[in-house]
């Protein structure tokens, strides 16, 4: 077993895109809540010693902090030959949604989320102009996952892995009743459930929890 610590807080969809990603790759982690709500983040001593881009989540392998996500998940895939190819065209579409989720889906869901449910005065313009890109992104996916099963084709792979991660937060916190509105992700969500060694957001990523607001 190799030696991983998760630097996290509970809501954070991108620290359940690691935690899943290690799960399925049968690695432990040892959490490390992070206090996100109180700003630690935020803090000159925490970016000097912790990240310096002040994001969530951090992964320590064997010591090494890495950040952003997409390029711990191609790392973890390499190293357990899991949830990736060695096929150059599907690594192509693999990177393909990994931008497109970090740029568009995780992009605008995560601020979107978090303005409407853990902020005390949500802005309702930014509220409006958020929800608008995002109706398109659910869209745009929902069409995608009609054609194929997973995001690049028949089996799962880490663009999945990344997409989901602000999905599978209950419609109560996200807005979004997914698998009534958006059936074809419905079903896609059900899938990687089904795989050996899937949990959800909260089983994963135990601790205190951000106040709600609605
Ligand atoms: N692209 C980054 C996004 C990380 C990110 O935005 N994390 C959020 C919490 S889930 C954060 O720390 N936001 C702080 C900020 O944007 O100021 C990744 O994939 O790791």
Redesign the pocket.
Known sequence: MDNYKLHY?PE????Y?LALMLKLCGQDFEPIWTD?GGGV??TMEWRKHVNEM????VLEDDGVKL????PILIRLAKRYNRLYTTDPKEEFEILRWLFWD?HKL?GYM?PYRFQRTFTPSAIPSVLEFLQKRIDDCLNILDVHLDRNPFAIGQAPTIADISMLGYLSFPPSESGYDLRADYPNIGSWLERIAALPGWQGPYDLLPGKRLPHYV
């Not at 002040?54 to 989540?57: F, K, T």
Request: glycine content about 10%; cysteine-free.
């Open positions: 807080f954070s969809g991108n620290s895109k996100f983040t935020r002040g994001e969530i989540p950040t952003q996500t997409a970090n995780t995560a």
